[in-house]
């Protein structure tokens, strides 16, 4: 609900997802238009802060996957919180790179009142969207996912 004392953020957010969704090598050093310089990222594999750290994990996407994109499918702003609802799609540079994977997953962003992201915390299960994915791993998952629900 957008008040006289809260900024109006759907503009940046509209922003912000259109540059999440053309993310790419050559749009990391756009970062700071993103992110104040002490953001925090957290994700299930990171636990980050600073401008340089968070584009050091988002070029370590581009070196290990084929092709990684992120779709939002849904957004809700409240004041200077946003959470996004998103696809990350990719192939596996390792194993079958014609297949291409989706993680469905959410983020929780708190901004600034200028629109900059200043703690952005990434929420998807790496078992169930990942793991399971893999060759060997994803069996031994799938295996222990049915006995725990047995």
Known sequence: MHTDD??????????LCNWFEAISPRTLDQLDAF???????????NEVQGIP???????????????????????IVDGTQCFLAWEFRFRFKR?????????????????TNDGLIRDHRDYWDAAEEL????????????????RANS
């Not at 809260?6 to 922003?15: C, F, H, K, Q, V």
């Not at 584009?55 to 996407?61: N, Y």
């Not at 194993?95 to 901004?111: A, C, N």
């Open 95 to 111: 194993f079958d790179t014609t297949t291409e994977q989706v993680v469905r997953g959410g983020s929780h962003l708190l901004m």
């Open 53 to 75: 750290a968070i584009a050091r994990i988002f070029a370590h996407m581009f070196e290990s996957l084929h092709g990684p994109r992120f779709v939002v499918t849904a957004r």
């Open 6 to 15: 809260t900024p109006d953020l759907r503009p940046a957010i509209d922003r």
């Open 131 to 146: 793991y399971e994915k893999l060759p060997v791993v994803g069996g031994l998952m799938r295996w222990l996912k049915q």
């Open 35 to 45: 992110y104040t310089a002490d953001a925090r990222f957290k994700d299930p594999f």
